[in-house]
C-alpha cells in the first residue's frame, strides 16, 4: 500500500490564482480531511468527509472548497489564493472500527507560497 | 470535542523517560484519549490511544486517570529521534467524526 499520498509536494502560486492540492489513498478508509500548518502552530482542520459524497467544513474553511466523488480522493481547492493561505496541507485518513486501533494516517504535506 | 492542555514545550535527556502531561477536564464518558507526534517537517504519526485503562504498545504507554480529567504520555527511554511536537487529542466515535489537533508539547530530547 502507498497510504496517503500528496502532490504536489510544493507549490508556488501568485495572488489570486487558483490551484487543486491532490490527496488520494489506497486503504479503502470512509473518512478524509485536510488541515493546514502555519509555522509554529498546530494543525487546523480546513474540510473533512466521511464516506463519499458527504463533506463538511472544519474549524477554517473560507478560500477552500472539497469533494469527495470517490472513496479514494479528497482534492482541495484553493479559489483564489491570497498571502494568508501559505502554509504546509496535510491530508489525512482514516476509518472507524469500534473496538480496534482507530488511528490516522497523513500524508507527506504540500508546502504552498503564495506571493 | 472537548478541548486539552498540554505545555508548550519540555526537555528530556537522552535514555530517560519522557513523561508528556495532558489535561482534558470537560472530557466526556464516550471521548478517546489519542496521542500523535509530529517530527520536523513530517506528517503527524499516532502513537497510542485509550478510553480509560492504561494502554502500552511498542512507542509508549499512556496512563489515563481515574477521573479521566488528565493523561500521560510516556516514553520509557527517549532518544534524540523522539524529539518532536506532541499533540494530545480527545474524540468521540460518531459518523460526523473529526479531529481538532491543538498546539502541542514540542519535546527536546538532550544528550
Known amino acids: 500500500n502507498a497510504g496517503v499520498t500528496q502532490t504536489p509536494k510544493f507549490q508556488v502560486l501568485k495572488t489570486g490564482q487558483s490551484m487543486t492540492l491532490q490527496c488520494a489513498q489506497d486503504?479503502?478508509?470512509?473518512?478524509m480531511s485536510w488541515y493546514r500548518q502555519d509555522p509554529g502552530m498546530g494543525l487546523r482542520l480546513i474540510h473533512y468527509s466521511v464516506g463519499a459524497g458527504i463533506t463538511d467544513q472544519g474549524e477554517v474553511p473560507n478560500g477552500y472548497n472539497v469533494s469527495r466523488s470517490t472513496t479514494e480522493d479528497f482534492p482541495l481547492r484553493l479559489l483564489s489564493a491570497a498571502p494568508s493561505q501559505t502554509s504546509v496541507y496535510f491530508c489525512a485518513s482514516w476509518n472507524v472500527i469500534l473496538g480496534r486501533d482507530n488511528e490516522q494516517f497523513f500524508g507527506p504535506g504540500t508546502r504552498l507560497t503564495v506571493l | 470535542d472537548a478541548k486539552t492542555t498540554q505545555p508548550p514545550s519540555m526537555d528530556c535527556a537522552e535514555g530517560r523517560a519522557a513523561n508528556l502531561p495532558c489535561n482534558h477536564s470537560?472530557?466526556?464518558?464516550?471521548?478517546?484519549v489519542y496521542w500523535y507526534r509530529q517530527i520536523h517537517s513530517q506528517g503527524p504519526q499516532y502513537i497510542i490511544h485509550?478510553?480509560?485503562n492504561n494502554e502500552t504498545n511498542e512507542m509508549a504507554s499512556l496512563i489515563i486517570t481515574e477521573d479521566r480529567k488528565s493523561s500521560t504520555l510516556i516514553l520509557p527511554h527517549a532518544t534524540l529521534r523522539d524529539t518532536a511536537v506532541y499533540y494530545c487529542i480527545v474524540r468521540v466515535w460518531n459518523r460526523d467524526d473529526k479531529i481538532i489537533f491543538g498546539k502541542g508539547t514540542r519535546l527536546h530530547i538532550l544528550p
Open positions: 470537560t472530557i466526556s464518558g464516550n471521548e478517546y
Open positions: 485509550g478510553l480509560k
Open positions: 486503504m479503502n478508509h470512509e473518512y
